[in-house]
């Protein structure tokens, strides 16, 4: 990648016998905003740590903007905004409050601070709340403050564990909006996530994380589009027993069984089938559902492990 | 320096996540400087003495009169009562006649209620150095010559004594407690992550944060100094030496309370080891008396504490400079000074190294 802010080449980190982060790779562009997909555990915020510097490798190599942040922990930390997976703000404080003290730690030039406080507060849509203690904020609002901050210092890169843990659908895409207008203004994020979802919304490419190792890299579409399938789910009574018998020479790839009732069946093209199914099914059964999905990346998580990203 | 007192205005603007603490380190040591005042120090303890009807009674009650402390306000009190033999509160001397017999060699008889063996020895005191005068003076030149020399030329009231000994104890107490709320709740809230890795100086950093706990530890001793000065009309001789005094009192409990809290990483925790610090380290150091005072182990153990320099730095402020020799000695106020400096010293740079390691440090 000619224009990369970060590279990760076989990053390696162990917890006495547990390896966290297995030989990770991956590499983000300016402006982009990177994905770490995975299930709790899978390494996501370790890797997070590796990047800040709060954590040492146990082998490979990392670079933030062209530095190391295990030996140049405080060019790098300069020049990145981290937003933990916990709220952490004085909750007692008012935002103003909060944002000054984040000022007087990591802003280069004080000058202009209050401006730039001013700006972000309104960004956030936190202004008219700015003086309230932030013990009564929203969670919402409580993240969109943590991004503030995180931003007050303008740095290039800003390191996202979990941005919308906790705060309901419509804060969700507020924040999701935040970090998209960040990046048209140059910022690079990564995002860490467990939320198939968020990640298929936001983020321009994302690496598939599962027990510390990188199953698959590639924008959201391209890794669903690789799966080259479509998600059948019937539900019917009773159930069916023996779908790969029932179904064979459609073309089916794989089968499992999310319930007792639910039958979901990995197909080429389900269109073309599945007329051929209901018939097959015969007038013993009743059909209660029939629902083809394309793909996603929960899919191309169970693709790619056996299980699914919640599991 | 705009970036300091930026993180200095922070510090205080963190006054509103521990109230509490605030509140009792403000008000704490002036309310017990108040209520140990009242119960300890005021009371003048009559001696009650029968009314007498004897020659030598009234000789007797005119040379307990005459006995007391040499400088200051009398702490018993001679008191003549009718008393018809009933029941006795605290002490009565009753002239009487030696097992029932003719008042020709009359007995002066102590009778004593339910009182501490302190007060005990203090009335009996009393009455045998009255006794000893009434005798001295038919010994002619054969009679003994008390004389007391006072250290100083007053009276060390320990109202006063115990208002200067609390200055130091506010001090320690809210550096202490609040900069072991402070930091641990840095570990509760998570907001530890913004030092960790904030790319500000340690040294910014702990600075503020000792500068802010210095300053709030002044103005509670600042309330003691107040309550001392209202209740007892004495004020300390030069202000700001007493404020150097108690400067590296509060660096010291600072750091304290923060590296307690960077261990522990808990409120309540932290919190405790602040005041039982405090408390401990002042009841050794000198709370009830110059540390000499209570012999040469204690003593020993008593400069182990900030408190025992800060109350003997401190003692001149309050009582002026020493007259005379005395077996009640203090320390060299050079040595108690550099000893004080080199206690915040070492404690800072503790705590740096402490800091260093639980929050900055690679992991």
Same mark, same amino acid.
């Given at each position: 990648m000619a224009d990369s802010t970060i590279r990760v080449a076989a990053a390696t980190r162990r917890f006495g016998g547990l390896v966290a982060v297995d030989e990770l790779s991956f590499e983000v562009g300016r402006g982009e905003i990177f994905g770490l997909l995975g299930p709790n555990g899978a390494g996501k915020t370790t890797t997070i740590n590796l990047l800040t510097g709060l954590l040492r490798r146990d082998g490979g190599e990392v670079s933030v903007l062209g530095h190391d942040p295990q030996r140049e922990a405080h060019e790098v930390r300069r020049r990145i905004g981290y937003v933990p997976q916990e709220t952490n703000v004085y909750l007692d404080l008012n935002a103003m409050d909060n944002l000054w003290h984040h000022a007087a730690l990591y802003c280069r030039d004080l000058h202009g601070v209050d401006a730039r406080i001013e700006s972000l507060l309104r960004l956030m849509s936190l202004w008219e709340r700015r003086k309230d203690p932030v013990r009564t904020f929203s969670g919402g609002m409580k993240r969109r403050l943590v991004l503030a901050r995180a931003l007050l210092h303008d740095p290039e890169i800003i390191l996202f564990d979990e941005p919308t843990l906790g705060v309901d659908v419509q804060a969700r895409h507020v924040i999701w909006d935040h970090i998209r207008a960040r990046r048209e203004e140059d910022k690079t994020f990564v995002v860490s996530t467990n939320d198939m979802a968020e990640a298929d919304a936001l983020c321009d490419r994302l690496v598939i994380i599962d027990r510390g190792r990188a199953i698959a890299l590639d924008t959201p579409e391209q890794l669903k589009a690789n799966l080259g399938r479509d998600i059948v789910t019937l539900r019917t009574t009773p159930a069916i027993d023996e779908p790969e018998l029932l179904f064979t *020479?459609? *073309?089916?790839?794989a089968v499992s069984r999310p319930g007792p009732d639910q039958l979901r069946l990995e197909v080429r093209n389900a269109a073309s089938i599945v007329g051929e199914m209901v018939a097959r099914m015969g007038s013993g059964r009743r059909i209660e559902s029939v629902h083809i999905a394309r793909p996603t990346l929960d899919d191309v998580f169970l693709h790619h492990t056996g299980r699914g990203l919640r599991e | 320096m705009r970036r300091f007192l930026l993180l200095l205005r922070n510090e205080f603007a963190l006054f509103r996540t521990a109230i509490p603490a605030h509140a009792v380190a403000a008000l704490q040591p002036a309310v017990l400087y108040l209520l140990m005042t009242t119960i300890l120090v005021h009371p003048t303890f009559d001696m009650n003495m029968a009314r007498p009807e004897t020659v030598l009674g009234a000789e007797l009650a005119a040379a307990l009169e005459q006995v007391g402390s040499p400088v200051g306000e009398p702490y018993v009190r001679l008191a003549m009562v009718d008393w018809d033999g009933g029941t006795v509160d605290r002490q009565v001397i009753r002239v009487e006649a030696l097992d %029932? %017999?003719?008042?020709?060699?009359?007995v002066a008889v102590q009778h004593f209620g339910l009182i501490d063996s302190n007060l005990v020895k203090n009335f009996r005191n009393r009455l045998t150095t009255a006794a000893l005068r009434l005798w001295d003076a038919e010994l002619g030149p054969r009679s003994v010559t008390v004389e007391q020399h006072p250290w100083l030329p007053h009276d060390v009231p320990y109202n006063v004594y115990f208002g200067m000994a609390v200055l130091p104890m506010a001090t320690f107490l809210a550096a202490a407690i609040i900069g072991a709320m402070l930091t641990a709740q840095e570990f509760e809230f998570r907001t530890v992550v913004e030092y960790r890795l904030a790319p500000a100086t340690l040294g910014l950093i702990l600075g503020g944060r000792l500068v802010r706990l210095a300053l709030t530890a002044l103005l509670s001793a600042g309330v003691v100094w107040l309550a001392v000065g209202l209740v007892t009309g004495v004020w300390p001789r030069d202000p700001w030496l007493v404020v150097l005094i108690l400067l590296p009192v509060a660096v010291v409990a600072g750091c304290v309370g923060m590296t307690a809290a960077l261990l522990l990483r808990r409120t309540i925790p932290a919190f405790l080891v602040g005041l039982v610090g405090a408390f401990a380290g002042w009841i050794v150091g000198g709370a009830f008396g110059l540390p000499s005072s209570f012999g040469a182990t204690f003593e020993r153990v008593s400069r182990l504490t900030p408190f025992a320099h800060a109350i003997e730095l401190l003692f001149p402020r309050y009582f002026g400079d020493r007259s005379s020799a005395s077996a009640v000695t203090i320390g060299s106020p050079v040595i108690s000074a550099l000893v004080l400096l080199l206690m915040a010293a070492g404690m800072v740079a503790l705590t740096a190294m402490v800091y260093q390691r639980r929050v900055r440090r690679q992991e």
């Open positions: *020479g459609l *073309g089916v790839q | %029932g %017999g003719s008042l020709a060699r009359p």
